[in-house]
């Protein structure tokens, strides 16, 4: 043959030292997480947000469910006739605000986390066997998506609530029953992209088994999308708590949530405004840390950003 | 709004145009300025008595027998004349229709009417009825016209335009929203007040006070007692606050094997509840502390059960301790949102019984949830109910209200007197009766009575209005300032 | 053969002489023009460009070469003002029809583009808006840079597009690129870009993309327009044969220097820097014999192949895909493969070949059993591979056109290459180790690849990953699909070099498939042409490259470009082109 | 295409009905028996058992759900226990102001959104961007009765310039409109940036670029149309999100739309109501779905129907 030569010395001598410095994969995402100022920003702020919520037991705080009547409406410290011992105030019960706010993040929090959690794991299996299976399969499991997003949450509200009880987890169990549908809509279009990919077919060429190709191939490719949906759904299911507790289907006394105080407080929003509006700005910025980092992760992951 | 017109706040929305089918105050005193009743009920100093509306007059020709003088000047909005036949189509068409919820309670005692004349019409029950009269007033007792049923064809398409005698005729109904009525030049109490009456359903709470303060209605129902300071700041409103025929009170366990199966833990709670301090600091003042479980106005309520010295903390720990139950678990169910401060109260009351040494544990309820759990039993050992809208205080004894609330408490005295009730016309052996029921369920605390509450409205000053005890709102009652 | 064959002596450099004093007429001059970009993360500034000198006059076309990242695009972006935001242009001269470029504002870059350069971009599909219709794309620029009333605007825009030899241009006014194959999109660009009458044309990789026919008519196209229209051409290429075939004047670039300049015979005949001979060397081609008639070139008759048995053998292949249609309930059926039939012998190479969309990837996934066929059967060693057992046992693995694409991002080299034997019994994990790195020194990669992801490889090295792996499990049979279309030419050369090593030293089966017909001829046996899904004509490698009988396999081979200046098809004034060039002049 | 897409739209949306009548029977009927909600506190069990046989709701379950349904195809859509006429109309009634909501606040926030993350993606980086973005997440992190009750606070009571609340007049949708369109504006608005910067950085816009002609023009025409069809895919889940009603801000506005009806009904286990609010809202995502399909044909020439 003529015209080819062959040269098959290669480059890879030459950058091999870059190798060596690789940092380790946690440590290069947290040194990109904090060269990003939003994401600084947020980490920071959820960091502080859960280390309160963790250590509340340890804090000097007051009893959050201790009523003292005497004691109504009192306003926050910096303004007039306000109190040191109750530096955000106290409520209608006169209970402390401060403490209601630290104790109330755990079922917030926990709401948010755990339904997500679950709605994460149900909605990505469905999504990723329809995504995989297709045919008839796809077709009814997709049918019954599209039913579940057309029924009101109330509806399964109502049911798990009669059914077990309100409280903390029929609600999570709740909102995950109607909120996996993302997850699954999600995961198939995923699966979908995915398994056309090049090297899906190179790994179906190189006859990998199914549950080889799922668990090598197609999940580790779908999760970084499911990733940042699963952080940016955390907000918004902490905030769908709140609403369900403005229509009375929220997380009920004695156990204190942010939404329940929102929602309870907005009746005095005119008269007693901190009642409702701290636990508001607890809220607002908890979902405001978690989307922050959300968008990060989403740039982050996104191979196309540097 | 124009000055001619007068706008009215409700917190939920009218349910239905058919007086006999909804079984809610609002709707009905939406509906009493459309229909009117055969009579009145009047609350003049706290008692209550009947007076003259349709009907003139009426009297009892035996204790099975009545007889109406109708009014002879009364025409339906359509200009034709109201008769007897009203009368009998609309106790009759009651009869005939189980799915109709007033049929529950209204004319269950009829066993025929009878026209005697254009305007004259007889009724005779089954059985001596002393609450007769309760028939013709409150849901299902608004008189509807036999002819314009027939006119419409079906029900249905009568109360898509429903007419009436009263002094305001329908104008359009946006349900969810507004009902518009207007006025009725023929009326027969003369021209009516108001050229336009707009009822509209603003269930948000913080919403109807703005709509009060803004001066976009001029009455405005359920107003939180912390709103109050600023209904009076505001220069353009002020507020009523009235007694009204509801109680707040407690529904207790009493079957073995729960802990409020010992009287002495059920006495423990009823001493613990600080009532005085429930309705001064809680209710904001707007309550009337009180053990029993029907407010003075209503007929036979038993007065002597105030709630005077009832609290006694110390008294209900020694019980709790003689009985074992210190530290026992107590779940208390509550709704939340339903009545004024129902939840606040609930919290209160399970923070007292933590004082004495129960361990309460407050379960607060959706609404929906939480009356099915009062139809299955299954609420915890107490649970927050607010009664209301009764007739007469004999109501404790009807049993097959009591099965639902209570279906565990047995007491052989009350059910004598259950029996013997009905049987008994003399108006002082019936009040000793119903008086005695009352003493039996509180003293057994099967029901506690905590609190009676007081309605709450916002009044504009270029309005006047005192407030019903039944909670009606006659525009022709609402006068300009 | 290692260097250009039988250059012609510089015949037209006298010409080329002429041309460069006339001063006048020079369009764009650049002296020691720079590019500095500033990271974004705040790290030094990088000089991506320096010291280049550049000069383009009307009528000539002026090549820049170089290998990827040269920086040829930032220089023809300088050009138009259109450099990235945080890139900074700096030349002691830069004079575009005589205006300064130094010193222009944002209302003086937006009279200039269009109007005094226009330009061509390199993927004709991304470059143009892919929601707006080619009319309207090209009449808001009759519009702005000429002002034309909106009649005027059709009657130029079809007049234009009817220069560029589009066919039916009034109706493809209405038309979206989508609908347009590669070649009647590029020429839209150029329509476009010649739309404002500029006096520059600038062309980046505006063939790269292309079909080796589509290519040549759109060069042809390219060089016909500078010509007539007395525009000068900056054409940007890393593809010598364009070069040789199109160019005036070369410049060559490296790392962002310019290495080299020279006309264009004397470039190819007397390479001087280092970089340019090596970028000719490696340069494929075929033998130039080849491509005279056989009896002149003195070769023997084609003869049958030898008798060997077959080891995949395709009998009447066809393959349907649906095309959904509007206002229809039923898609349309659309035959892809019609009776293919051919077999390949054990230990041999099988080219395929045919233009874009004949067909020949839907072959390469039916063999490797990625897709079904319709129709037809085919075997394997004899047995048939519609059978479930059979297909198992088939040892089959394929090599994929883009490298990057068929290696998972997230797996290590190590586990990818040995995940086929992974799925065979009795291998530890210390053995598959081994195994990899026994894989990796056969495709000449060292064992430090091992841990290492996909993308922190280069393409060539990304492809000999691919290579690996296919061979982990010992295939009988290696299909490639396009293996070396998306490498540079050093490493195409590399690639090919190796598939070449691995047959022999293996005993592979192959079906090599490329639309680059000079890396076909280096690997292949014998050659199937495909066109539009049917087979056209198959035999031994030199018979068809040599005595091609179907007018369609001649029809691609003469489209294939001569790497040789002297040999152009598309200069007018091959001989005298200094006197037309006068001529004009004058 | 549209006649398979319609086709396929018919195909789609009998088993998706199919499903909902099925699955939100099943709820009711696990949610128990109506009549508790409705009989009033005098009635005993006996009367309560007099109203579950005059519903028919003593009949085993699935004889009722067969019931229904040879109801339902019969064109008879039940009768709500609440209201005790036709469920139909009682639903039909509240569309209209359900759809305007959904329309005005979608206007509200593609108004906001979209000049906004143009704005952010064509001063990517600059204080524009950073302001756009926190008060996009800002306006999401939000919960929405919050601000509803903010701006009764501000523009109904203090300022008095707008109606506090109800419907009737335009001045009546301005706040919930607002209410509901800025939560979604922040979303629209990061997703218009990202979708914009995406297009920015395609090669066309080079093209357009270099051809010399306004930046307005390069922006509005070129970009613009490019970045849409996210931004109408995302703009259509939020009309499909709000055609269910939005509950919380309907509630506060005393906005007669179907989130209040199906609460209440849901309240009440009013069974037909339920059922009816249901169907029509999956139909009318189906319809949306399918109208933005056509959207997309009509902006991207490419999208295959
Ligand atoms: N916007 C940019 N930001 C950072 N680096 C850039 C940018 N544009 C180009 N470069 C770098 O500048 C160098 C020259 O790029 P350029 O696009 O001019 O190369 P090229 O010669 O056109 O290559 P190819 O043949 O691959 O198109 C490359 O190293 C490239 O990575
Ligand atoms: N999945 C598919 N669905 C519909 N049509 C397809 C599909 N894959 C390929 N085709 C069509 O089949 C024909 C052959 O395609 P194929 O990819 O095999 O061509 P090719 O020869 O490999 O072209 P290229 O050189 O451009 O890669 C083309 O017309 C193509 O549009
Ligand atoms: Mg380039
Ligand atoms: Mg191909």
Same mark, same amino acid.
């Given at each position: 043959?003529?015209?080819?030569?062959?040269?098959?010395?290669?480059?890879?001598?030459?950058?091999?030292?870059?190798?060596?410095?690789?940092?380790?994969?946690?440590?290069?995402?947290?040194?990109?997480?904090?060269?990003?100022?939003?994401?600084?920003?947020?980490?920071?702020?959820?960091?502080?947000?859960?280390?309160?919520?963790?250590?509340?037991?340890?804090?000097?705080?007051?009893?959050?469910?201790?009523?003292?009547?005497?004691?109504? &409406?009192?306003?926050?410290?910096?303004?007039?006739?306000?109190?040191?011992? &109750?530096?955000?105030?106290?409520?209608?019960?006169?209970?402390?605000?401060?403490?209601?706010?630290?104790?109330?993040?755990?079922?917030?929090?926990?709401?948010?986390?755990?339904?997500?959690?679950?709605?994460?794991?149900?909605?990505?299996?469905?999504?990723?066997?329809?995504?995989?299976?297709?045919?008839?399969?796809?077709?009814?499991?997709?049918?019954?998506?599209?039913?579940?997003?057309?029924?009101?949450?109330?509806?399964?509200?109502? +049911?798990?609530?009669?059914?077990?009880?309100?409280?903390?987890?029929?609600?999570?169990?709740?909102?995950?029953?109607?909120?996996?549908?993302? &997850?699954?809509?999600?995961?198939?279009?995923?699966?979908?992209?995915?398994?056309?990919?090049?090297?899906?077919?190179?790994?179906? +060429?190189?006859?990998?088994?199914?549950?080889?190709?799922?668990?090598?191939?197609?999940?580790?490719?779908?999760?970084?999308?499911?990733?940042?949906?699963?952080?940016?759904?955390?907000?918004?299911?902490?905030?769908?708590?709140?609403?369900?507790?403005?229509?009375?289907?929220?997380?009920?006394?004695?156990?204190?949530?942010?939404?329940?105080?929102?929602?309870?407080?907005?009746?005095?929003?005119?008269?007693?405004?901190?009642?409702?509006?701290?636990?508001?700005?607890?809220?607002?910025?908890?979902?405001?840390?978690?989307?922050?980092?959300?968008?990060?992760?989403?740039? &982050?992951?996104?191979?196309?950003?540097? | 709004?124009?000055?001619?017109?007068?706008?009215?706040?409700?917190?939920?929305?009218?349910?239905?145009?058919?007086?006999?089918?909804?079984?809610?105050?609002?709707?009905?005193?939406?509906?009493?300025? #459309?229909?009117?009743?055969?009579?009145?009920?009047?609350?003049?100093?706290?008692?209550?008595?009947?007076?003259?509306?349709?009907?003139?007059? @009426?009297?009892?020709?035996?204790?099975?027998?009545?007889?109406?003088?109708?009014?002879?000047?009364?025409?339906?909005?359509?200009? /034709?004349?109201?008769?007897?036949?009203?009368? /009998?189509?609309?106790?009759?068409?009651?009869?005939?229709?189980? /799915?109709?919820?007033?049929?529950?309670?209204?004319?269950?005692?009829?066993?025929?009417?009878?026209?005697?004349?254009?305007?004259?019409?007889?009724?005779?029950?089954?059985?001596?009825?002393?609450?007769?009269?309760?028939?013709?007033?409150?849901?299902?007792?608004?008189? #509807?016209?036999?002819?314009?049923?027939?006119?419409?064809?079906?029900?249905?398409?009568?109360?898509?335009?429903?007419?009436?005698?009263?002094?305001?005729?329908?104008?359009? @109904?946006?349900?969810?929203?507004?009902?518009?009525?207007?006025?009725?030049?023929?009326? @027969?109490?003369?021209?009516?007040?108001?050229?336009?009456?707009?009822?509209?359903?603003?269930?948000?709470?913080?919403?109807?006070?703005?709509?009060?303060?803004?001066?976009?209605?001029?009455?405005?129902?359920?107003?939180?007692?912390?709103?109050?300071?600023?209904?009076?700041?505001?220069?353009?409103?002020?507020?009523?606050?009235?007694?009204?025929?509801?109680?707040?009170?407690?529904?207790? %366990?009493?079957?073995?094997?729960?802990?409020?199966?010992?009287?002495?833990?059920?006495?423990?709670?009823?001493?613990?509840?600080?009532?005085?301090?429930?309705?001064?600091?809680?209710?904001?003042?707007?309550?009337?502390?009180?053990?029993?479980?029907?407010?003075?106005?209503?007929?036979?309520?038993?007065?002597?059960?105030?709630?005077?010295?009832?609290?006694?903390?110390?008294?209900?720990?020694?019980?709790?301790?003689?009985?074992?139950?210190?530290?026992?678990?107590?779940?208390?169910?509550?709704?939340?949102?339903?009545?004024? /401060?129902?939840?606040?109260?609930?919290?209160?009351?399970?923070?007292?019984?933590?004082?004495?040494? #129960?361990?309460?544990?407050?379960?607060?309820?959706?609404?929906?949830?939480?009356?099915?759990?009062?139809?299955?039993?299954?609420?915890?050992?107490?649970?927050?109910?607010?009664?209301?809208?009764?007739?007469?205080?004999?109501?404790?004894?009807?049993?097959?209200?009591?099965?639902?609330?209570?279906?565990? @408490?047995?007491?052989?005295?009350?059910?004598?007197?259950?029996?013997? #009730?009905?049987?008994?016309?003399?108006?002082?052996?019936?009040?000793?009766?119903?008086? %005695?029921?009352?003493?039996?369920?509180?003293?057994?605390?099967?029901?506690?009575?905590?609190?009676?509450?007081?309605?709450?409205?916002?009044?504009?000053?270029?309005?006047?209005?005192?407030?019903?005890?039944?909670?009606?709102?006659?525009?022709?009652?609402?006068?300009?300032? | 053969?290692?260097?250009?064959?039988?250059?012609?002596?510089?015949?037209?450099?006298?010409?080329?002489?002429?041309?460069?004093?006339?001063?006048?007429?020079?369009?764009?001059?650049?002296?020691?023009?720079?590019?500095?970009?500033?990271?974004?993360?705040?790290?030094?500034?990088?000089?991506?460009?320096?010291?280049?000198?550049?000069?383009?006059?009307?009528?000539?076309?002026?090549?820049?070469?170089?290998?990827?990242?040269?920086?040829?695009?930032?220089? !023809?972006?300088?050009?138009?003002?259109?450099?990235?935001?945080?890139?900074?242009?700096?030349?002691?001269?830069?004079?575009?029809?005589?205006?300064?470029?130094?010193?222009?504002?944002?209302?003086?870059?937006?009279?200039?583009?269009?109007?005094?350069?226009?330009?061509?971009?390199?993927?004709?599909?991304?470059?143009?808006?892919?929601?707006?219709?080619?009319?309207?794309?090209?009449?808001?620029?009759?519009?702005?840079?000429?002002?034309?009333?909106?009649?005027?605007?059709?009657?130029?825009?079809?007049?234009?597009?009817?220069?560029?030899?589009?066919?039916?241009?009034?109706?493809?006014?209405?038309?979206?690129?989508?609908?347009?194959?590669?070649?009647?999109?590029?020429?839209?660009?150029?329509?476009?870009?010649?739309?404002?009458?500029?006096?520059?044309?600038?062309?980046?990789?505006?063939?790269?993309?292309?079909?080796?026919?589509?290519?040549?008519?759109?060069?042809?196209?390219?060089?016909?327009?500078?010509?007539?229209?007395?525009?000068?051409?900056?054409?940007?290429?890393?593809?010598?044969?364009?070069?040789?075939?199109?160019?005036?004047?070369?410049?060559?670039?490296?790392?962002?220097?310019?290495?080299?300049?020279?006309?264009?015979?004397?470039?190819?005949?007397?390479?001087?820097?280092?970089?340019?001979?090596?970028?000719?060397?490696?340069?494929?081609?075929?033998?130039?014999?080849?491509?005279?008639?056989? !009896?002149?070139?003195?070769?023997?008759?084609?003869?049958?192949?030898?008798?060997?048995?077959?080891?995949?053998?395709?009998?009447?292949?066809?393959?349907?895909?649906?095309?959904?249609?509007?206002?229809?309930?039923?898609?349309?059926?659309?035959?892809?493969?019609?009776?293919?039939?051919? $077999?390949?012998?054990?230990?041999?190479?099988?080219?395929?070949?045919?233009?874009?969309?004949?067909?020949?990837?839907?072959?390469?996934?039916?063999?490797?059993?990625?897709?079904?066929?319709?129709?037809?059967?085919?075997?394997?060693?004899?047995?048939?591979?519609?059978?479930?057992?059979?297909?198992?046992?088939?040892?089959?693995?394929?090599?994929?056109?883009?490298?990057?694409?068929?290696?998972?991002?997230?797996?290590?080299?190590?586990?990818?290459?040995?995940?086929?034997?992974?799925?065979?019994?009795?291998?530890?994990?210390?053995?598959?180790?081994?195994?990899?790195?026994?894989?990796?020194?056969?495709?000449?990669?060292?064992?430090?690849?091992?841990?290492?992801?996909?993308?922190?490889?280069?393409?060539?090295?990304?492809?000999?990953?691919?290579?690996?792996?296919?061979?982990?499990?010992?295939?009988?049979?290696?299909?490639?699909?396009?293996?070396?279309?998306?490498?540079?030419?050093?490493?195409?050369?590399?690639?090919?070099?190796?598939?070449?090593?691995?047959?022999?030293?293996?005993?592979?089966?192959?079906?090599?498939?490329?639309?680059?017909?000079? $890396?076909?001829?280096?690997?292949?046996?014998?050659?199937?042409?495909?066109?539009?899904?049917?087979?056209?004509?198959?035999?031994?490698?030199?018979?068809?490259?040599?005595?091609?009988?179907?007018?369609?396999?001649?029809?691609?081979?003469?489209?294939?470009?001569?790497?040789?200046?002297?040999? $152009?098809?598309?200069?007018?004034?091959?001989?005298?082109?200094?006197?037309?060039?006068?001529?004009?002049?004058? | 295409?549209?006649?398979?897409?319609?086709?396929?739209?018919?195909?789609?949306?009998?088993?998706?009905?199919?499903?909902?009548?099925?699955?939100?029977?099943?709820?009711?009927?696990?949610? *128990?028996?109506?009549?508790?909600?409705?009989?009033?506190?005098?009635?005993?069990?006996?009367?309560?058992?007099?109203?579950?046989?005059?519903?028919?709701?003593?009949?085993?379950?699935?004889?009722?759900?067969?019931?229904?349904?040879?109801?339902?195809?019969?064109?008879?859509?039940?009768?709500?226990?609440?209201?005790?006429?036709?469920?139909?109309?009682?639903?039909?009634?509240?569309?209209?102001?359900?759809?305007?909501?959904?329309?005005?606040?979608?206007?509200?926030?593609?108004?906001?959104?979209?000049?906004?993350?143009?704005?952010?993606?064509?001063?990517?980086?600059?204080?524009?961007?950073?302001?756009?973005?926190?008060?996009?997440?800002? *306006?999401?992190?939000?919960?929405?009765?919050?601000?509803?009750?903010?701006?009764?606070?501000?523009?109904?009571?203090?300022?008095?310039?707008?109606?506090?609340?109800?419907?009737?007049?335009?001045?009546?949708?301005?706040?919930?409109?607002?209410?509901?369109?800025?939560?979604?504006?922040?979303?629209?608005?990061?997703?218009?940036?990202?979708?914009?910067?995406?297009?920015?950085?395609?090669?066309?816009?080079?093209?357009?670029?270099?051809?010399?002609?306004?930046?307005?023009?390069?922006?509005?025409?070129?970009?613009?149309?490019?970045?849409?069809?996210?931004?109408?895919?995302?703009?259509?889940?939020?009309?499909?999100?709000?055609?269910?009603?939005?509950?919380?801000?309907?509630?506060?506005?005393?906005?007669?739309?179907? *989130?209040?009806?199906?609460?209440?009904?849901?309240?009440?286990?009013?069974?037909?109501?339920?059922?009816?609010?249901?169907?029509?809202?999956?139909?009318?995502?189906?319809?949306?779905?399918?109208?933005?399909?056509?959207?997309?044909?009509?902006?991207?020439?490419?999208?295959?129907?």
């Amino acid at each position: 043959m003529s015209g080819v030569v062959l040269n098959t010395g290669t480059a890879l001598q030459a950058d091999a030292p870059a190798v060596a410095a690789q940092p380790s994969r946690l440590q290069r995402f947290l040194r990109a997480l904090w060269r990003s100022r939003s994401g600084r920003f947020g980490a920071i702020l959820l960091l502080l947000i859960l280390l309160a919520t963790l250590g509340a037991d340890l804090l000097p705080l007051a009893d959050p469910v201790k009523r003292h009547l005497s004691l109504r &409406y009192l306003p926050p410290v910096w303004l007039d006739k306000g109190q040191w011992a &109750y530096p955000l105030g106290t409520d209608g019960q006169g209970r402390d605000m401060l403490a209601r706010i630290i104790y109330g993040a755990r079922s917030s929090v926990m709401v948010g986390l755990a339904a997500v959690a679950l709605s994460g794991a149900i909605g990505v299996a469905i999504g990723v066997l329809a995504g995989l299976r297709g045919g008839w399969l796809d077709q009814v499991l997709m049918r019954v998506v599209d039913a579940i997003l057309a029924i009101p949450a109330m509806l399964f509200m109502l +049911v798990v609530a009669l059914v077990a009880g309100a409280g903390l987890a029929p609600l999570i169990v709740v909102i995950a029953l109607t909120n996996w549908v993302i &997850y699954t809509r999600i995961a198939r279009a995923e699966v979908l992209r995915v398994k056309e990919l090049e090297f899906v077919a190179a790994a179906r +060429v190189s006859r990998v088994r199914s549950s080889r190709l799922l668990l090598r191939h197609i999940l580790p490719n779908i999760l970084p999308a499911l990733v940042v949906v699963a952080t940016l759904n955390i907000g918004t299911v902490i905030l769908t708590e709140s609403s369900l507790s403005f229509l009375g289907f929220g997380i009920q006394p004695p156990d204190i949530s942010w939404g329940q105080m929102l929602a309870d407080g907005r009746q005095q929003l005119a008269t007693s405004w901190w009642i409702s509006t701290f636990p508001g700005v607890a809220l607002t910025a908890t979902v405001f840390s978690i989307i922050l980092l959300g968008d990060w992760l989403r740039d &982050y992951l996104d191979p196309r950003l540097p | 709004a124009g000055s001619t017109t007068l706008t009215i706040a409700q917190s939920n929305d009218i349910l239905s145009l058919d007086p006999a089918n909804h079984e809610n105050n609002s709707t009905q005193s939406a509906l009493v300025n #459309l229909y009117e009743y055969l009579v009145n009920k009047e609350f003049p100093n706290g008692k209550m008595v009947f007076t003259p509306a349709l009907a003139q007059s @009426w009297k009892q020709e035996d204790p099975r027998t009545w007889v109406f003088e109708l009014r002879s000047d009364v025409r339906w909005h359509d200009g /034709k004349p109201f008769t007897a036949d009203d009368v /009998k189509f609309t106790v009759e068409r009651m009869k005939g229709n189980p /799915k109709l919820l007033s049929a529950v309670e209204k004319f269950r005692s009829v066993e025929k009417v009878e026209v005697l004349g254009p305007h004259r019409v007889r009724l005779v029950t089954s059985k001596p009825d002393p609450l007769f009269l309760h028939n013709f007033v409150g849901n299902g007792g608004s008189i #509807l016209p036999q002819h314009a049923f027939q006119a419409a064809g079906s029900e249905e398409a009568f109360f898509a335009k429903p007419i009436g005698t009263g002094p305001y005729r329908f104008v359009e @109904w946006k349900k969810a929203d507004r009902l518009v009525l207007a006025r009725n030049p023929q009326w @027969w109490g003369g021209a009516s007040h108001w050229e336009r009456v707009v009822i509209r359903a603003i269930p948000e709470t913080a919403t109807r006070v703005a709509e009060a303060l803004s001066g976009g209605v001029d009455l405005a129902v359920n107003i939180p007692p912390e709103d109050i300071g600023r209904l009076k700041a505001n220069a353009d409103t002020g507020i009523v606050a009235f007694n009204i025929a509801r109680n707040f009170g407690l529904h207790l %366990r009493t079957e073995p094997g729960v802990v409020t199966h010992d009287a002495r833990v059920r006495e423990a709670i009823d001493l613990a509840i600080n009532r005085q301090e429930l309705a001064d600091v809680v209710a904001d003042g707007y309550a009337t502390a009180a053990r029993g479980l029907f407010p003075p106005e209503i007929p036979n309520a038993n007065t002597r059960l105030t709630a005077t010295n009832s609290f006694n903390p110390d008294k209900a720990r020694q019980l709790i301790q003689a009985a074992g139950a210190k530290g026992a678990k107590i779940r208390f169910g509550s709704p939340s949102g339903r009545y004024i /401060k129902d939840r606040e109260v609930s919290e209160a009351i399970v923070g007292y019984l933590q004082d004495v040494g #129960l361990n309460a544990q407050l379960e607060v309820q959706e609404w929906s949830i939480y009356n099915a759990r009062v139809g299955s039993d299954s609420h915890g050992e107490i649970y927050f109910w607010g009664m209301g809208s009764y007739t007469d205080a004999s109501f404790i004894l009807n049993m097959g209200s009591l099965k639902r609330f209570n279906p565990h @408490w047995r007491n052989a005295e009350f059910e004598r007197l259950a029996t013997e #009730l009905p049987a008994t016309t003399g108006e002082k052996e019936r009040q000793a009766i119903i008086w %005695r029921a009352q003493e039996i369920i509180t003293q057994d605390r099967a029901r506690i009575g905590v609190l009676y509450p007081k309605a709450i409205y916002s009044v504009n000053k270029r309005v006047q209005f005192a407030g019903r005890f039944d909670e009606m709102i006659p525009a022709e009652q609402v006068r300009r300032a | 053969m290692t260097a250009a064959p039988s250059l012609a002596p510089a015949a037209n450099a006298p010409s080329l002489a002429v041309l460069q004093t006339r001063r006048a007429d020079t369009v764009l001059r650049y002296r020691n023009a720079g590019v500095t970009l500033q990271p974004h993360d705040g790290g030094e500034p990088l000089r991506l460009v320096r010291g280049v000198d550049l000069e383009v006059q009307r009528s000539q076309v002026v090549a820049l070469v170089g290998e990827s990242g040269s920086g040829k695009t930032l220089t !023809a972006l300088s050009v138009l003002g259109l450099l990235p935001g945080n890139a900074r242009f700096s030349a002691d001269e830069a004079l575009l029809n005589g205006r300064d470029l130094r010193q222009l504002g944002k209302a003086d870059w937006r009279r200039l583009r269009g109007a005094d350069v226009g330009m061509v971009f390199q993927e004709p599909l991304s470059s143009l808006n892919p929601v707006l219709t080619i009319g309207d794309q090209i009449e808001e620029v009759l519009y702005y840079k000429r002002q034309l009333t909106r009649r005027q605007r059709r009657a130029e825009a079809i007049d234009l597009l009817a220069r560029m030899g589009l066919p039916r241009p009034a109706q493809l006014l209405q038309d979206y690129p989508f609908q347009l194959s590669g070649g009647m999109r590029q020429r839209v660009m150029l329509a476009i870009a010649m739309a404002g009458e500029p006096a520059l044309l600038i062309a980046d990789e505006p063939t790269t993309a292309l079909d080796n026919t589509v290519q040549a008519q759109v060069l042809e196209l390219m060089v016909r327009t500078a010509e007539q229209s007395d525009v000068g051409v900056l054409l940007i290429t890393h593809d010598l044969s364009v070069v040789a075939q199109v160019a005036d004047q070369v410049h060559v670039m490296r790392h962002g220097e310019m290495v080299e300049s020279a006309p264009v015979q004397q470039l190819f005949a007397r390479p001087q820097a280092a970089y340019t001979r090596q970028l000719l060397a490696l340069a494929p081609r075929i033998p130039a014999v080849v491509r005279q008639p056989l !009896a002149e070139a003195g070769l023997p008759a084609p003869q049958a192949a030898q008798q060997a048995p077959a080891i995949l053998q395709l009998d009447a292949v066809s393959k349907y895909y649906q095309q959904p249609r509007a206002w229809h309930f039923k898609a349309q059926k659309h035959l892809a493969l019609d009776s293919v039939s051919f $077999s390949l012998q054990r230990g041999r190479t099988l080219g395929l070949v045919g233009e874009s969309g004949s067909g020949k990837s839907s072959l390469a996934r039916i063999i490797a059993g990625l897709a079904q066929a319709d129709g037809g059967q085919l075997r394997f060693d004899g047995a048939d591979l519609s059978d479930p057992a059979v297909r198992a046992g088939a040892s089959i693995q394929m090599v994929f056109q883009d490298p990057y694409a068929s290696l998972n991002p997230r797996m290590r080299i190590g586990q990818l290459i040995t995940e086929p034997l992974a799925e065979q019994p009795g291998w530890t994990a210390a053995q598959l180790r081994a195994q990899a790195a026994q894989l990796l020194e056969m495709v000449g990669l060292p064992a430090s690849a091992l841990d290492r992801f996909a993308h922190e490889l280069s393409g060539g090295q990304r492809q000999r990953v691919c290579i690996a792996r296919a061979l982990s499990v010992k295939p009988q049979l290696l299909v490639c699909d396009e293996p070396v279309s998306a490498l540079d030419v050093s490493v195409q050369a590399e690639i090919l070099a190796l598939l070449q090593r691995l047959k022999k030293d293996l005993q592979l089966s192959m079906v090599f498939i490329a639309h680059g017909l000079e $890396s076909v001829y280096a690997i292949s046996d014998d050659i199937v042409v495909l066109e539009k899904g049917r087979v056209v004509e198959a035999g031994p490698r030199d018979q068809i490259f040599g005595a091609p009988r179907h007018a369609y396999t001649r029809s691609l081979l003469d489209a294939m470009l001569d790497i040789d200046p002297s040999r $152009s098809r598309f200069r007018t004034r091959p001989a005298a082109p200094a006197g037309a060039a006068l001529a004009r002049v004058a | 295409m549209i006649f398979s897409a319609l086709w396929r739209l018919l195909l789609q949306a009998v088993p998706v009905l199919f499903t909902v009548t099925l699955i939100v029977f099943a709820l009711v009927f696990l949610a *128990g028996d109506p009549t508790v909600m409705m009989i009033p506190d005098q009635a005993s069990e006996a009367d309560r058992l007099a109203m579950v046989a005059a519903w028919g709701l003593d009949q085993p379950v699935h004889l009722q759900y067969l019931n229904y349904m040879r109801n339902l195809l019969h064109g008879d859509f039940g009768t709500s226990y609440r209201y005790g006429s036709s469920a139909l109309p009682i639903v039909l009634e509240r569309l209209p102001a359900t759809l305007l909501l959904a329309a005005a606040s979608m206007l509200v926030a593609v108004l906001i959104a979209v000049p906004a993350g143009m704005a952010a993606a064509l001063r990517r980086g600059s204080w524009v961007d950073h302001a756009v973005s926190g008060v996009a997440v800002l *306006g999401k992190a939000m919960p929405n009765f919050w601000v509803a009750i903010m701006l009764i606070l501000v523009f109904g009571v203090s300022l008095r310039w707008l109606p506090v609340s109800g419907s009737g007049t335009w001045a009546h949708l301005v706040m919930p409109a607002l209410t509901l369109g800025t939560a979604f504006a922040g979303d629209l608005a990061k997703l218009v940036r990202a979708s914009m910067l995406e297009t920015l950085s395609q090669d066309y816009m080079r093209t357009a670029y270099a051809k010399g002609i306004p930046d307005w023009l390069v922006i509005g025409k070129h970009a613009l149309r490019n970045a849409a069809i996210p931004t109408v895919t995302m703009t259509s889940l939020h009309v499909v999100a709000l055609l269910g009603g939005a509950l919380v801000t309907e509630t506060i506005f005393a906005w007669p739309g179907l *989130g209040q009806l199906i609460v209440q009904a849901i309240n009440t286990k009013d069974m037909a109501v339920i059922q009816i609010s249901v169907l029509v809202i999956t139909a009318m995502t189906l319809l949306v779905n399918f109208l933005t399909d056509v959207l997309y044909r009509l902006i991207d020439p490419r999208m295959k129907l």
